[in-house]
């Protein structure tokens, strides 16, 4: 793989199958990138970045390909992600599916920030991918080797050979829904 570091997929007959990721699987993610960065700096920046973003908000892996320069907004300590793939990137999933996502994390929304300087310095449009390609605009950076390094990476941290990118999206309906649980006095939910 891109990252030498990513250990080679553990047992999946040891381990209970999950449909999340668990906080201690997020934090080995991160430290296994730290750790071994690939050879490609750019490649590397764009898999933290999008893995920030897939452990923090809730999208889908090719509404995350499709972010584009003006789907961001960040303002002071915030960041708010348009999320509305447009219909030349094959549109959203559902009407639902054009929304905004708040970002909380100082540590992503900082890396957010440094990624779009890089952006604008490589002459980066509004309308252009988040990560794309410096020299052709109209093209994603090294989209496919993204993709694949962010499976690789939940795949060796679960030892789940079928775990792929769309797991954060039942991790987040699940602490949303156990978060909503705990405060039933704020939500109608019948748990």
């Known amino acids: 793989g891109a990252f030498a570091g990513i250990p080679a997929q553990a047992d999946s007959a040891a381990y209970a199958k999950s449909n999340v990721v668990w906080p201690d699987e997020v934090s080995l993610i991160r430290s296994w990138l730290e750790e071994a960065p690939c050879k490609d700096s750019r490649l590397n920046d764009q898999v933290v970045i999008a893995f920030e973003l897939l452990a ?70 509004p309308g252009d991918y988040l990560f794309g390609d410096p020299y052709r605009p109209e093209q994603r950076y090294c989209a496919g080797q993204l993709y694949l390094t962010l499976n690789r990476l939940l795949k060796s941290v679960s030892g789940d050979p ?30």
């Open 56 to 125: 923090n908000i809730r999208i889908r892996a090719t509404e995350l390909l499709n972010l584009r320069v003006c789907n961001l907004n960040l303002k002071g300590s915030t960041a708010t992600i348009e999320i509305a793939t447009r219909e030349s990137d094959g549109g959203v999933k559902t009407v639902a599916g054009k929304r905004v996502q708040d970002l909380k994390s100082d540590p992503a929304i900082r890396l957010l920030r440094e990624w779009l300087a890089r952006r604008t310095r490589e002459g980066a449009l």
């Open 162 to 191: 079928a775990m792929a990118t769309h797991v954060f999206s039942h991790t987040h309906i699940s602490f949303s829904w156990l978060a909503a649980t705990k405060n039933i006095s704020e939500a109608d939910i019948n748990p």
